[in-house]
């Protein structure tokens, strides 16, 4: 039985890690607002790629009310280093007062998968 290497080794023939990749989530009112979003991030290169899904129901407090709501969640990949812009550019766009931005490493992956978001997102810096 060959064992496999501990997560910080390198495995021959795989890339070299493309930095650290995130998750980041945000949910607007309707589809075409999250779409709109989407290929924005995508389109700067902001983000390597979106998903949009929904409807989700959502129930929060705004405003001293519970409220619950139908809303359109968008994940984003983008890299660590992107998130900045990603997060300015969001919100600047976004049609909330204080929208959900939230990001989260991810911790594992296909490298071939992680390198292609981070060369997707490092083109916006050679762009």
Known sequence: ???EP???ESVPGAPAPAGPVLAVLTTVDSPEAARELARDAVETRLAACAQVSGPVTSLYRWK???RTDQEW???LKTTEAAYPALEARLIARHPYDT???IATPVVRGSADYLA???AE???MAAG
């Open 73 to 75: 969640q968008v994940l």
């Open 116 to 118: 292609w978001v981070a």
């Open 121 to 123: 997102v490092a083109e």
């Open 6 to 8: 501990a997560p910080e």
């Open 1 to 3: 039985m060959q064992e």
């Open 64 to 66: 001293d009310a519970v």
């Open 99 to 101: 929208p959900e931005v």
